[in-house]
Structures are given as structure tokens and as C-alpha cells.
């Protein structure tokens, strides 16, 4: 039996090849899950900082206006309340410039947004119906819709306002609040 040295050459050659190949393709493919791993850390990171950056922001007017917050649900039901000018204008104005800046950190992938709906659901939700019961729907909708358009998607199904949010009724009078606990106000 005679063999070919270059024969056996070539499929050393081509198997040396494919081991090189085959390394490279696992290096390729740690080297993703790296990236991912390490993208998915700075979104977490960065949900953490807005979280903080929202309670740095809004500490001072949270401060005035912690007695409207405790009684939250009587100061709701008359919106021509003294109160209730005081809640919107303390709880429902800073909110809106966070909120918007939050949309354009989803947007941008910047930010987990379960992490934050879990840290802020009670703030988006009351932010949603001072904004609907001082403004109205419509306004409320068209003035603010476009700006947090990515939250109110994300966020609004699961809200507790979401009947408030994706219907008219606030506009005609018929909307009984909504408790914090998820109960009509009228049943208590």
C-alpha cells in the first residue's frame, strides 16, 4: 500500500482548517453572549439610576404634598378642590417631564421597563388619572399621548386606571376614581 504524502497533506491542512474555524466560532459566539450579558447589565444599571434620578427629582415636591398623597383617593373624587389643584400641579407636573424622559430611554432601549413598572406602577398610575381628571381625556391624550406614547403601551393595559385610560368616560362625568387598593370608590 502506497500513500500519498500530499494527499495526506491536504486533509491535515483541511482538518487543522476546520478546528481553526470551529475555535473562532465559539470565540464568536462567547464573545456575543458577553455583549448581550454586558448590554443587559448597563440597561439594569441605568433603570437603577432613573429610579433614583426620579427620587432625587421629585423628593422636595413629594414632600409638600405627603398628606394629599396619604388621603389620595378622598382628594380625587372633587377635582375643584384646592387639593386637587395642589396634587396636580406638586405630583402631576414634575411627573410629566420623567415620564417623557422615560419614554425616550425605552425607546432607545436604554432602560429594563418591567424592572421600572415595578418600582413606579403606583406613580403612573395616579400620574395618568390627575392628568385625565384635570385635563380631560382628549387633552390629556392629545397633549401628552405622542410624548409618552411607548409608556402608556407598555404600561397602560396592565394599569389600574386602564379603564380611565383607554376610555371616554372621564370626559362625561361618569368616571367613579379608582382606590389604590383596585376598588371602585364607590364601593367603600
Same mark, same amino acid.
Given at each position: 500500500?502506497?500513500?500519498? %504524502?500530499?494527499?495526506?497533506?491536504? =486533509?491535515?491542512?483541511?482538518?487543522?482548517?476546520?478546528?481553526? !474555524?470551529?475555535?473562532? #466560532?465559539?470565540?464568536?459566539?462567547?464573545?456575543?453572549?458577553?455583549?448581550?450579558?454586558?448590554?443587559?447589565? *448597563?440597561?439594569?444599571?441605568?433603570? =437603577?439610576?432613573?429610579?433614583?434620578?426620579? $427620587?432625587?427629582?421629585?423628593?422636595?415636591?413629594?414632600?409638600?404634598?405627603?398628606?394629599?398623597?396619604?388621603?389620595?383617593?378622598?382628594?380625587?373624587?372633587?377635582?375643584?378642590? &384646592? @387639593?386637587?389643584?395642589? /396634587?396636580? *400641579? $406638586? #405630583?402631576?407636573?414634575?411627573?410629566?417631564?420623567?415620564?417623557? /424622559?422615560?419614554?425616550?430611554?425605552?425607546? $432607545?432601549?436604554?432602560? @429594563?421597563?418591567? +424592572?421600572? %413598572?415595578?418600582?413606579? @406602577?403606583?406613580?403612573?398610575?395616579?400620574?395618568?388619572?390627575?392628568?385625565?381628571?384635570?385635563?380631560?381625556? &382628549?387633552?390629556?391624550?392629545?397633549?401628552?399621548?405622542?410624548?409618552?406614547?411607548?409608556?402608556?403601551?407598555?404600561?397602560?393595559?396592565?394599569?389600574?386606571? &386602564?379603564? !380611565? !385610560?383607554?376610555? $371616554? &368616560?372621564?370626559?362625561?362625568?361618569?368616571?367613579?376614581? +379608582?382606590?389604590?387598593?383596585?376598588?371602585?370608590?364607590?364601593?367603600?
Amino acid at each position: 500500500m502506497q500513500i500519498y %504524502y500530499g494527499s495526506v497533506a491536504d =486533509w491535515a491542512q483541511a482538518i487543522a482548517s476546520t478546528v481553526v !474555524l470551529v475555535l473562532i #466560532y465559539k470565540q464568536m459566539r462567547l464573545t456575543t453572549v458577553q455583549l448581550r450579558q454586558a448590554e443587559d447589565y *448597563e440597561r439594569k444599571r441605568m433603570s =437603577w439610576d432613573f429610579i433614583k434620578f426620579c $427620587h432625587e427629582e421629585l423628593l422636595q415636591e413629594d414632600q409638600q404634598i405627603h398628606n394629599l398623597i396619604d388621603n389620595y383617593d378622598s382628594v380625587i373624587k372633587t377635582p375643584q378642590s &384646592k @387639593e386637587f389643584a395642589e /396634587l396636580v *400641579e $406638586h #405630583y402631576y407636573k414634575p411627573r410629566v417631564h420623567v415620564f417623557t /424622559l422615560l419614554n425616550q430611554l425605552i425607546h $432607545h432601549q436604554d432602560v @429594563e421597563e418591567p +424592572v421600572l %413598572y415595578g418600582y413606579m @406602577e403606583e406613580d403612573f398610575n395616579r400620574f395618568i388619572e390627575l392628568g385625565i381628571l384635570s385635563l380631560g381625556h &382628549k387633552t390629556f391624550t392629545q397633549q401628552l399621548g405622542p410624548k409618552i406614547d411607548l409608556v402608556i403601551t407598555l404600561w397602560g393595559s396592565k394599569a389600574r386606571v &386602564k379603564d !380611565l !385610560l383607554f376610555s $371616554h &368616560k372621564a370626559t362625561t362625568g361618569a368616571y367613579t376614581p +379608582v382606590s389604590s387598593s383596585g376598588t371602585d370608590s364607590s364601593e367603600a
